[in-house]
């Protein structure tokens, strides 16, 4: 028991330390937040934060980890309404672009960095490829997409479509949750027309 909520401490104590660096570097900016603003804000000591995070750039691979550690677990459940892969795919897209509305700034820096091999989040964005290309996959073997296709071009489209909601929908942290849905929708349908079964 003391096992148990010893781990849970852990727990809400990163989730502590990432939810504070997201707001600082966002309203401070990254270069100006120090980890003495991170642990202030998260109330916890400097030594705590180093006991998760080795400098401030792992905090950014920790935020890009939980966003896709929650997207897994949300694709991978059974808990979900979802009836087919294609329809997990869109909840993955929607989830992966609602979660950088709110901090779009930083967002758009993780994903940036995350497409730079040179960068540690590179690693980050392997593990969202993989995701999707799992997805995708699945969609393929339910006769959903066609079997022929190549699985990389479909993931291609799918990253662009994120790309895009990143670095053209230039107001999107001005859309309703609605409207955000809505037009991810009809890109998702227009973008993936062609790799659909003509069965479907």
Known sequence: MDMNRREL??????KR???ASRKLFSQKGYEETMMEDIANKAEVSKAT?????SNKE????????????????MVKSDNTDCKNSEQKLKIALEELVSASVEYLGLSRRITYLSS???SALYATSKKMVNIIKELVIDAQNEGLFLSGANAD?????????YLITQFEWSHIDEYSPEFLK????RFFTAMLSEYRSKSE
């Open 9 to 14: 401490n852990k727990i809400n104590s990163r």
């Open 17 to 19: 330390i990432l939810k």
């Open 49 to 53: 934060i180093y006991n998760y995070f």
């Open 58 to 73: 792992s905090l950014l691979i920790g935020t890009a980890n939980e966003v896709l550690d929650r997207v897994e677990a």
């Open 116 to 118: 730079c091999e040179d």
């Open 153 to 161: 071009d479909i993931v291609d489209v799918i990253m662009g479509i």
């Open 182 to 185: 809505e037009k991810l929708d």
